[in-house]
């Protein structure tokens, strides 16, 4: 086994046993997307043209990318913990390979993803949320959902290295609760004002809800979007693989800069 | 000649921005001792013991550290050494024995269950095996953070200012662990701001000052180079100059007087003053006196002394 994967694999059971040791934390992270479900769905959904049950399947796939997107906030916060409270330092002296503590930390969060999206699925099941397409085609959107995260969780990573204080990348990891509201995540954008509407298309979160409703059959790919919306698995990969492109080799070359 | 020497420095220098950090540090740690290196806040210290431990690269100069050259050798250096500082902290979400657990793992000890627990038992650990760190009292955290720098017998330990902030009973712990160590062969760099911490646990000193050694030499010799302040407290403020004229007299120094605090103080280096002798030559004199005494130097006297030697540029205190 490689050094990397090693060290990888050691860290990622640290990030695991701190969230262990934090129940709370994880309840709360864990219900914030059900909670926004039945809220969203019942509150927001009794106003709109669209019949609830259906907005609620509309909703789903929105709320799961949203959810995925928040990788940002959470890689942002536990990386600037680490800088600030001294355990990066720490481990920068030991023989550790200088690419496995933010390997291990996107693959912790990798698994609380995974193990999280559960629940969520299935009170969206209980909600009126279907798989309407494929098996084949909506473990592939769970796949796509998984790769986002992780390529969100580098840019976090690397915000949260980049980071002045503890505090600094809370509130900035708090505001990006504001992205997912400049996409499709929660609401059509077709009614917006077309410079709107086209940031909003070219907003990442957008490309990989329209995937995720499509590879599970809740809803068309809208017809006359910007390409990332038009091809949306397309440029849902394009998206991740910009993302993890940029992100991750700065986020280690930061971590290991002497 | 490097095997010899732990750490051996030449020319560091680091900038950060317009300020210069290090201008020049020159080290040289004999195996199996323990050096202090010794300054006030900004002396460049702290930044002198990260360079060393790999977490800054230096802009010019060299240091190998337990033989091993710090920028193209790095990972051996870091297989080698300890560190522990107020920034290289253990994790406080973990408990005392996750956290000596996961070094271990990552130092890849064999066993590391069973090293983490002989640490625990080794430095009192046991009773906050299981709880969060971040719970810990100051010492108990500085013990743990220490236990967590050990799992793999590092050849050099790094302590940045291990006890700044701990009660005596803690600093006391601390220090002997220290002791423990140095029996056991492992040379220790260690940086604080007490001249008594130093005192009691380095075999030689490095007064660091404006990004350098400004002086070296055992405790003793620094203390005999600065030497012991004779103090004496007179009842009437018309006694002062008598006072001081003794004092003159007796030390050889300029005595300086404190007329509201009816206080005459001078430096002495020699060590055949007793109080006995100033009381009794005071007395002589006719000198009103109230309170008398001989007292070690403190870091301030020692600092202020030596640095303004060193800036002066002789090279008398390193006799």
Not at chain 1, 56 to 71: D, E, K, Q, Y
Not at chain 1, 83 to 88: A, I, L, S, W, Y
Not at chain 2, 62 to 68: D, K, L, P, Q, Y
Not at chain 2, 145 to 166: C, I, K, M, N, Y
Request: aromatic letters at 6%; one cysteine or more; hydrophobic letters at 50%.
């Amino acid at each position: 086994m490689s050094a990397l994967a090693y060290d990888g694999t050691v860290l990622l059971g640290r990030q695991l046993r701190r969230l262990r040791n934090n129940p709370g934390l994880v309840i709360l992270t864990q219900t914030m997307p059900v909670t926004m479900l039945l809220f969203f769905g019942y509150v927001f959904g009794s106003a709109l043209a669209m019949p609830g049950e259906q907005y609620r399947s509309f909703l789903v796939p929105g709320l799961l990318v949203a959810t995925a997107a928040n990788g940002l906030m959470t890689g942002m916060f536990q990386a600037a913990q680490d800088v600030h409270r001294g355990v990066t330092d720490r481990l920068r002296t030991l023989p550790v390979s200088r690419a496995a503590v933010p390997l291990g930390q996107a693959a912790a969060d990798l698994v609380v993803t995974a193990a999280g999206t559960v629940p969520f699925l299935l009170v969206g099941l209980l909600v009126g949320w279907r798989v309407e397409g494929s098996a084949a085609a909506a473990a592939g959107a769970l796949g796509l959902l998984l790769l986002f995260r992780f390529a969100c969780t580098w840019a976090g990573i690397l915000l949260g290295l980049l980071s002045r204080s503890e505090e600094a990348a809370g509130q900035l990891g708090s505001a990006t609760f504001m992205l997912p509201l400049l996409s499709n995540a929660y609401i059509p954008v077709d009614g917006m004002p077309g410079w709107l509407r086209a940031l909003a298309e070219w907003n990442p979160i957008s490309a990989l809800t329209t995937a995720l409703r499509d590879l599970f059959g809740n809803a068309p790919v809208p017809s006359g979007a910007a390409w990332p919306v038009a091809h949306p698995v397309a440029g849902s990969l394009v998206w991740c693989a910009v993302l993890i492109a940029v992100c991750a080799p700065l986020a280690v070359r930061r971590y290991a800069r002497a | 000649m490097t095997s010899t020497y732990a750490v051996l420095s030449e020319g560091l220098e680091k900038r950060f921005g317009e300020v210069r950090a290090l201008r020049g540090l020159d080290l040289a740690v004999a195996e199996g001792t323990v050096c202090g290196l010794l300054g006030p806040n900004g002396a460049g210290k702290t930044t002198a013991v990260r360079l060393l431990t790999t977490l800054l690269r230096p802009d010019t100069g060299s240091a190998r550290v337990a033989g091993h050259d710090l920028v193209r050798e790095a990972a051996e250096v870091r297989r080698r050494i300890g560190v522990t500082g107020q920034y290289a902290s253990v994790d406080g979400d973990l408990t005392g024995r996750e956290n000596l657990r996961l070094f271990a793992r990552l130092h890849r000890v064999r066993g590391p269950a069973a090293r983490a627990d002989e640490l625990l038992e080794r430095f009192g650990l046991t009773e906050a095996a299981d709880r969060p760190a971040s719970t810990l009292s100051g010492g108990t955290r500085r013990r743990l953070d220490l236990a967590a720098s050990l799992v793999r017998h590092p050849q050099v330990l790094f302590l940045d200012e291990p006890t700044t902030g701990l009660d005596p009973a803690g600093r006391a712990r601390i220090w002997d662990a220290v002791r423990e160590l140095k029996s056991q062969g492992t040379t220790v760099l260690l940086t604080t701001q007490y001249l008594e911490e130093a005192d009691q646990l380095a075999d030689d000193i490095a007064l660091v000052d404006h990004g350098r050694v400004a002086h070296t030499g055992s405790p003793a010799e620094l203390k005999a180079a600065v030497g012991a302040q004779a103090v004496a407290v007179v009842a009437d403020a018309d006694a002062l100059p008598g006072a001081a004229a003794v004092l003159d007299r007796l030390t050889g120094a300029r005595p300086s007087l404190d007329a509201e605090r009816r206080t005459v103080a001078a430096l002495t280096r020699d060590t055949t003053l007793t109080l006995p002798r100033l009381v009794r030559e005071l007395d002589a004199a006719g000198v009103p006196l109230l309170d008398a005494s001989i007292r070690p130097p403190t870091l301030d006297d020692v600092f202020l002394r030596l640095t303004d030697r060193a800036v002066a540029g002789t090279a008398e205190v390193a006799a």
